[in-house]
């Protein structure tokens, strides 16, 4: 099954993602911040990651940074941002330590479906060795899983 | 910029324009009075010497008259016991003598002082080699007076020879001398006299009053403002000087104290603008934050909303209940929100009000906790009122407003800190209110702005918040009469202190009803 890991402060929040992740039929494990997530990355495991930007403790960025620059594995991982307002800065900065997607709240649930189905999509043809031109980001380099 | 002065070497210093005047009029003077002196001393010397001729002359001839009778009887000795009684006993200033005899022959010579030879051919030849009738007199001999005079019988029909006299102008020369050093000693003192009265005038006068208001000057120009300016009671030029000095340093303190005020004016105007500025950026990140703050709750309407809808049919009625009474936290969080910021802006201009009613504040204390609870589930909020009136007198709406805030500040400030307790009791006659959180606290250093408009403590980064909650709280409190405190360590969590009178206005209100009575 394909996992997310799922990153937001605002309990509300956070479940409703639960739930239409869920439904989705991903498996689904949650952090109320950065430093949270962080924990949880290598028990979990996780095939793409949804996150704020925003949030006390540690935020998104920092996070992501701590990511890419951790276990080689997850130098690739898909990550989404959702973020309250996308300030231009915010953008470029989790652009360039690549951040697929960036989504402002409040979020459209069924666009988030669809572009986390696309970018597992596109991740999971790479890792079979299948080039896809349609993938909507940047194209990480091949990996075997 | 100071003043500069000269260097004052000694020859500079010697040199003042005062010395300078003294020093003339005391050489004018004294050139003067050696003109005078030696004009004098002209004059007494040609009368001197003019009696001294006469007295010289006359003698002459009253000694010849005696040399008649030994010339004429060729008695040589007899003319020598003449020259004893008339020269030496009388002790005349004769140099040398010589009777001459008609022919010229030399008959008796004279000399005073024997250890000289004297020249008495040269005597003899000044005489004249042809015999006078009157006496004759040179004083071209070796500064010697040479008279000769004819000796004649009484009738002066028959001249029997000449005599001739060298007389010593000696004396004359002596008495010339001591008269000049006398005059000379006489113009010395007067020339130092003179000199010391002009140097004392001039100084006094003009000198050191210059060298006051020189320093004086100095002294304004060095920022000293505070002395007395010497020399403005004198009617005279260096008075009119020392006046225009004062007006010059009125001046000088005129334009300090401008540029001073103006400095300062400077000052506040950048003071001003500095603070403006710092609000203005204050104020960009309190819209920033705020915008953010609405979102999420709107997010979290728009959420519930699609799942609703999502769901139409497959939600349970619990299931649905959670989604709309999430809708309605959100809600409130709005209004909250909305409040707050609406109410700092009344409170800008002044404009809130209190409204005191009786109120039972232990309901309305239980209220705010449960409403608080409902929102933060994952908190526990821990209500303990220890004795209360059963009204008091406050503003309710306010009041509420006060507690909600605190009450979600210490569920927003600590997320991972379950327990908030809140406990109530009366002092005296105020209502004392705290809550406690375990959570993030605040940073010691901060502590005295943290309840200035816009101000977050560091302690809260990451966490949204406008920075107006506790500004607005405080304001509201302090409406009441009452005060606000906070105790907290960082790391460990804060406890807000509330304390307001329990009867709002009314202490005021007996009290001037009091006066007025």
């Known amino acids: 099954m394909v996992k997310i890991l799922c990153v937001e402060d605002e309990a509300a929040l956070r479940e409703d993602l639960v739930e239409v992740l869920e439904e989705e039929g991903y498996e689904v494990a949650v952090a109320s911040n950065g430093s949270e997530g962080l924990r949880l990355l290598t028990d979990f495991n996780p095939d793409l990651i949804l996150s704020d930007c925003l949030m006390p403790v540690m935020n998104g960025i920092d996070m992501l940074q701590a990511i890419r620059s951790g276990q080689p594995r997850f130098a690739t991982t898909p990550v989404v941002f959702l973020s309250a307002h996308a300030q231009k800065e915010q953008v470029e900065k989790g652009v360039g330590l690549g951040a697929q997607h960036y989504l402002t709240k409040p979020v459209d649930y069924s666009e988030l479906v669809k572009v986390l189905r696309s970018l597992l999509e596109a991740r999971s043809r790479e890792a079979r060795g299948t080039p896809d031109e349609d993938s909507p980001a940047v194209r990480p380099p091949n990996e075997r899983k | ?311 139409v049919g497959k939600d349970t009625e619990d299931q649905l209940r959670e989604r709309t009474g999430k809708i309605r936290s959100a809600v409130v969080r709005m209004i909250e929100l909305i409040d707050s910021t609406l109410s700092v802006s009344r409170m800008e201009a002044g404009t809130i009000e209190l409204e005191a009613a009786e109120c039972d504040f232990a309901a309305l204390l239980r209220e705010v906790c449960q409403r608080q609870q409902e929102i933060a589930k994952h908190h526990k909020i821990d209500l303990t009122i220890a004795d209360l009136p059963s009204r008091i007198l406050i503003d309710a709406k306010r009041m509420d407003q006060v507690l909600t805030n605190l009450l979600s500040n210490a569920v927003k400030y600590a997320p991972d800190a379950p327990d908030i307790a809140v406990k109530a009791g009366t002092v005296g006659r105020n209502v004392v209110v705290s809550v406690r959180d375990r959570g993030l606290g605040i940073p010691e250093a901060e502590m005295p702005k943290l309840f200035e408009k816009f101000f977050r403590a560091s302690t809260s980064a990451g966490i949204p918040g406008t920075g107006i909650g506790l500004h607005l709280v405080k304001h509201l409190v302090e409406l009441h009469d009452g005060n606000i405190t906070v105790d907290s360590t960082e790391g460990k969590g804060s406890t807000f202190s509330v304390t307001i009178p329990t009867r709002y206005g009314e202490a005021d209100a007996a009290a001037s009803a009091a006066l007025s009575a």
């Open chain 2, 1 to 311: 910029m100071t003043a500069e002065t000269c260097e004052n070497g000694p020859l500079r210093r010697f040199l003042t324009v005062s010395n300078k005047l003294a020093a003339l009029g005391a050489i004018g003077v004294s050139i003067g009075f050696v003109i005078v002196i030696w004009v004098q001393n002209n004059h007494t010397r040609s009368l001197l010497y003019e009696t001294e001729l006469q007295d010289s002359i006359r003698m002459t001839e009253v000694i010849a008259a005696q040399l008649y009778g030994p010339l004429r009887w060729r008695k040589p000795s007899i003319a020598q016991d003449t020259y004893d009684s008339m020269i030496t006993h009388r002790d005349l200033h004769v140099v040398a003598a010589v009777t001459l005899d008609r022919q010229g022959n030399v008959v008796t010579t004279y000399q005073q002082n024997s250890s000289q030879p004297f020249n008495f051919q040269e005597l003899r030849l000044n005489a004249g080699a042809d015999l006078r009738l009157d006496s004759t007199w040179t004083a071209e001999l070796d500064g010697k007076l040479v008279v000769a005079t004819p000796v004649t019988s009484h009738d002066g029909r028959k001249p029997a020879g000449t005599f001739v006299v060298a007389w010593s102008l000696a004396e004359i020369d002596r008495a010339m001398r001591a008269m000049f050093l006398r005059a000379a000693f006489i113009t010395i003192v007067l020339f130092a006299a003179f000199t010391t009265l002009s140097l004392a005038i001039v100084h006094r006068q003009l000198s050191d009053p210059l060298t006051q208001l020189t320093q004086a000057t100095t002294r304004i120009a060095n920022g000293d403002k505070t002395f007395e300016i010497p020399c403005t009671d004198r009617r005279d030029e260096v008075g009119d000087m020392a006046r225009a000095l004062v007006t010059f340093r009125e001046n000088v303190a005129l334009i300090d104290r401008l540029t001073a005020e103006q400095q300062q004016q400077t000052l506040r105007l950048s003071n001003a603008l500095e603070k403006e500025r710092e609000y203005n950026a204050l104020h960009r990140e309190f819209v920033s934050m705020v915008s953010h703050e609405f979102r999420t709750p709107v997010a979290i309407i728009d959420g519930a909303a699609q799942r609703i809808e999502r769901r």
